[in-house]
């Protein structure tokens, strides 16, 4: 798959809840074979040398060359990103990164996800078959909207820090329910989204002996390798996390601190 850096055309760019933003751009050349987990680096102001650095996102959807991106304003490019309207441009490169397993078999396959881990883990699910997709989130405000799971076939649960939709309470409290009722023997899990919630489904997952995979989102400057800045410790050293991920297998990552 070729790596390309271009520059699109915003088609649409606008809050969709109280947490997310979805962006909408064309490029048949960033679509082109793309699995769900891999990334986009995206340059905000490509005309501007501030900010300097993209800032990396998963792709949400693809739709032939259509491209949306859901994200989560968090801090100054984000913020940029979500000034821009319809006609403004990006120079995007991409496709990045190591995508999830798509096909898992002999196995009832769970997604947990929350946050920023969202969006690759829907795409995950509406491309491939899967049994759960489990979401957490801090409030109701911040679920997605049914129309954007309606294509996802798994069975899906919520959970939410305060309780206003789904159980109340953390997304790994709907994990522990669904190994009780299967059994961890036939499971495989995939995860993405905040380093506690990831650190607390791995955990899970070593006790109980179920394999899978977590998407490192960590931060990331160049995105191809050449900095060093998203190394990621594996028994076999560090690794840059752009190129050897984000997505891991579990046994490949090596917990740095607590
Ligand atoms: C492979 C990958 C895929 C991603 N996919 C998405 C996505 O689909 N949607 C989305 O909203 N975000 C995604 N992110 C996170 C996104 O890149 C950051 O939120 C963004 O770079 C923040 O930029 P900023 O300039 O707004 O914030 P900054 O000013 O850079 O940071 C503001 C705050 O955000 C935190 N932050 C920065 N980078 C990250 C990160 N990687 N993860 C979590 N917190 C971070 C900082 O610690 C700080 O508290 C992804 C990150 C990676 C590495
Ligand atoms: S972001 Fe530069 S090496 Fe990964």
């Not at 319809?86 to 496709?95: E, Q, R, Y």
């Not at 795409?123 to 049914?146: C, H, M, Q, W």
């Amino acid at each position: 798959m070729k790596r390309v850096d271009e520059t699109v055309t915003i088609q649409e760019n606008k809050r969709i809840n109280g947490k997310y933003y979805k962006l909408v751009f064309k490029s048949a050349r960033l679509a082109r074979g793309v699995q769900a987990g891999q990334f986009l680096h995206v340059q905000i102001r490509p005309d501007a040398v501030d900010p300097f650095l993209r800032r990396p996102f998963s792709y949400y959807r693809i739709q032939h060359d259509r491209i949306e991106v859901l994200y989560e304003v968090l801090g100054r490019g984000t913020e940029l990103l979500a000034g821009l309207g319809k006609g403004s441009h990006l120079k995007i490169m991409g496709p990045l990164g190591k995508a999830f397993t798509q096909q898992v078999r002999g196995k009832k396959r769970i997604l947990v996800a929350g946050g920023v881990g969202v969006p690759p883990l829907v795409f995950l699910a509406e491309k491939n078959p899967v049994d759960y997709l489990l979401i957490g989130t801090k409030s109701r405000a911040e679920v997605l909207p049914k129309k954007e799971l309606s294509k996802v076939r798994a069975e899906i649960l919520h959970a939410t820090n305060d309780g206003s939709y789904g159980v109340r309470g953390f997304v790994t409290a709907l994990l522990e329910k669904i190994i009780q009722k299967e059994g961890a023997e036939c499971l495989h899990i995939q995860t993405c989204g905040p380093a506690p919630m990831m650190n607390a489904v791995m955990d899970i997952a070593k006790r109980e002996g179920i394999p899978g995979e977590a998407s490192m989102e960590e931060s990331m400057a160049c995105g191809v390798g050449a900095c060093l800045g998203c190394m990621v410790k594996t028994p076999e050293g560090w690794v840059p996390s752009c190129i050897e991920g984000p997505v891991f297998s579990f046994d490949r990552l090596v917990r740095t601190c607590a």
